[in-house]
């Protein structure tokens, strides 16, 4: 697929503003994400590790005369991803909405989506288009939110994309940065922590192009888990060792280490049988290509691969691999700092 294909935008917006009110407008945004350590297991309890990226989603917010919202969605997206996700963003937007009290129903919102966040499955789309929508209510109808608040507006948006969210997207894609993450199963506030590395660490990000539904994925591994109690049981074991090993490795800088302990846990990720043949393929090139260490991101089963590189030249070597070995898109990126 060429460059030009790959960031256009494949999504006929379903809704249009008839009428703009005035100029005045609110803006907000949200940051993308990969998941270094944890997805999945995040969803039960088990601390993860978040990285935030540069790239980010925008939303405008403008005041119309007619009741509800309309919306343009100017992100660009991988093929597919948006018409797969429009059931879900209806939802996800209206649980933002209903979040703020913002009343609609006499005189409404026009929402624009855009940004240099490519949506792809595994990258934080959705959870950067609830926070950027939070952010933009909030600017636009001088709500008072600071980023707890946003935080919690977005987390019931991702409820529309799935059920059961861990709210490490949304909290990742609020703060940025390097975040320690764990959910507490009793519906109360998670833990999180920011990490500060002392120098950034490289990354490569490649997708397959397969878009993934969050919540068909999620809800397949709870099935297996209740099915085997005991083999999930053991897989979550050897998770354990791999986060905390994995928190002291970042800590320490030792990337050599990092990068082992990514593929165990792409490993656990195949075990759960989240990940697929695409994803495997592009973890090896990358692994073959130099990379420290390489891993499935995010839901799975399409969507993205991370892979850690010594260096920026490293990490633009092993994309240009990626590139002509299968990738419908690749980025790189850093982290930690
Ligand atoms: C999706 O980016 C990460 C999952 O662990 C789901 C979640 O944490 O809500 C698969």
């Known amino acids: 697929m060429s460059k030009e294909e790959f960031k256009s935008s494949d999504y006929l917006p379903r809704f ?27 969803v039960y309890g ?49 649980n933002v909405i209903d979040f703020t009290g913002v009343d609609l129903s006499k005189r409404g919102i026009h929402i624009r989506f855009a940004g240099n966040l490519v949506c792809a499955s595994g990258i934080g789309a959705s959870a950067a288009s609830c926070v950027a929508l939070a952010r933009a209510l909030d600017d636009e109808f001088d709500l008072g939110y600071d980023d707890e608040r946003v935080n919690e507006a977005a987390y019931e948006g ?25 959910r507490d199963l009793d519906g109360g506030p998670p833990v999180f ?21 969050t919540k068909e994925v999620v809800g397949d591994v709870r099935a297996k888990k209740e099915e085997d109690p005991d083999w ?44 697929c043949r695409e994803l495997n393929d592009l973890v090896e090139v990358a692994r073959k290509s130099g990379a ?13 691969m991370i892979a850690i590189a010594q260096t920026k030249e490293e990490a633009k070597k092993i994309a240009s691999v990626l590139e002509d070995n299968g990738a419908a898109g690749v980025w790189t990126t850093s982290f930690g700092v």
Request: glycine share 12%; aromatic share 6%; no cysteine.
């Open 292 to 304: 420290l260490g390489a891993k499935m991101t995010g839901t799975g089963r399409g969507g993205n």
């Open 16 to 42: 249009r503003a008839s009428s703009y009110e005035s100029e005045r407008m609110g803006k907000g945004s949200g940051k993308g994400k990969t998941i270094l350590f944890g997805e999945h297991f995040v």
């Open 232 to 275: 999930f049981e053991k897989i979550e074991d050897e998770y354990k060792d791999v986060v905390y090993q994995g928190r002291d490795a970042l800590l320490n800088m030792d990337l050599k280490e990092v990068g082992t302990l990514m593929d165990r846990n792409h490993e656990l990720l195949r075990q759960l049988t989240v990940s």
């Open 193 to 213: 922590n920011k990490m500060k590395l002392d120098k950034p660490v490289h990354l490569v990000i490649a997708s397959t192009g397969l878009t993934a539904s």
């Open 158 to 182: 991702e409820k529309g994309y799935h059920g059961t969210p861990s709210g490490i997207d949304n909290t990742a894609s609020t703060f940025g940065g390097l975040v320690w993450y764990v």
């Open 46 to 94: 088990l601390p993860a590790i978040a990285a935030g990226i540069s790239s980010e989603t925008t939303a405008e917010v403008t005041r119309i005369d007619e009741p509800g919202w309309t919306l343009d969605d100017d992100r660009p997206a991988m093929p597919g991803y948006k018409n797969e996700k429009a059931d879900e963003q209806e939802v996800s937007i209206n």
